[in-house]
């Protein structure tokens, strides 16, 4: 398999199903990816050598996925200049809002791309991260375009079968 371009990163074992939905889309596209366990605040030299080291490693992006307090990405990010993709896990009472608010309030100068809670989040991280890769790899981005296509005429499709069925 090819060198990884992506780096998968979730705070704990609990966050795999979850992120799991960016793997499969990665996975589905022939992007090479890499996970990884490692917590921002129970391993915390683990995860800076890991952002320290990922554009040297060949990494393109990272997404990092956690809930609670929702550290993470904002670590990665502080310790790369890579773009960090934030997905915020559902693992608390809160239902993922602390996790949410936790990504997105990053301070200036340390950005972290947010997507939304849960498995949809983590599935549009990794087509964003695609949508980046898209810009300087026009075979990817015949594949996303064709991806597009492809889910426009599902709808499509829905839509006539809605339609008949109301007939």
Same mark, same amino acid.
């Given at each position: 398999?090819a060198e990884?371009? +992506?780096?998968?990163?979730? $705070? =704990?074992? =609990? ?5 799991? %939905? #960016?793997?499969?889309v990665?996975?589905?596209f022939?992007v090479?990816? @890499?996970?990884?366990v ?6 915390l030299?683990?995860?800076l @050598? ?5 554009g *040297?490693r ?5 997404i990092? $996925?956690?809930?609670?307090a929702?550290?993470?990405p $904002?670590?990665?990010? #502080? ?5 960090? &993709?934030? +997905?915020? &896990?559902d693992s =608390?009472?809160?239902? $993922? &809002?602390?996790?949410?608010? =936790?990504?997105a309030?990053?301070?200036?100068g340390v ?5 939304s809670? %849960?498995?949809? %989040?983590a *599935? ?5 991260a695609?949508?980046v890769?898209?810009?300087?790899? /026009?075979?990817? *981005?015949?594949k996303l375009?064709a991806d597009?296509?492809r889910?426009a %005429? @599902?709808v @499509?499709?829905?839509?006539k079968?809605v !339609? !008949?069925s /109301?007939?």
């Amino acid at each position: 398999m090819a060198e990884p371009v +992506v780096g998968i990163v979730m $705070g =704990s074992e =609990s966050d795999a199903e979850v992120m799991r %939905g #960016a793997a499969d889309v990665l996975k589905n596209f022939d992007v090479p990816y @890499e996970v990884t366990v490692s917590s921002a605040h129970r391993t915390l030299d683990r995860t800076l @050598e890991y952002a320290r080291s990922a554009g *040297k490693r060949g990494l393109k992006l990272i997404i990092a $996925g956690a809930g609670g307090a929702a550290h993470l990405p $904002g670590v990665l990010a #502080a310790a790369t200049s890579l773009p960090v &993709i934030g +997905v915020p &896990i559902d693992s =608390s009472p809160l239902k $993922g &809002i602390d996790a949410l608010l =936790s990504i997105a309030q990053m301070p200036s100068g340390v950005p972290v791309a947010t997507m939304s809670v %849960g498995t949809a %989040g983590a *599935k549009n991280a990794a087509y964003f991260a695609l949508r980046v890769l898209a810009a300087h790899d /026009s075979d990817l *981005k015949t594949k996303l375009e064709a991806d597009q296509a492809r889910t426009a %005429g @599902e709808v @499509e499709a829905a839509d006539k079968r809605v !339609k !008949k069925s /109301s007939e």
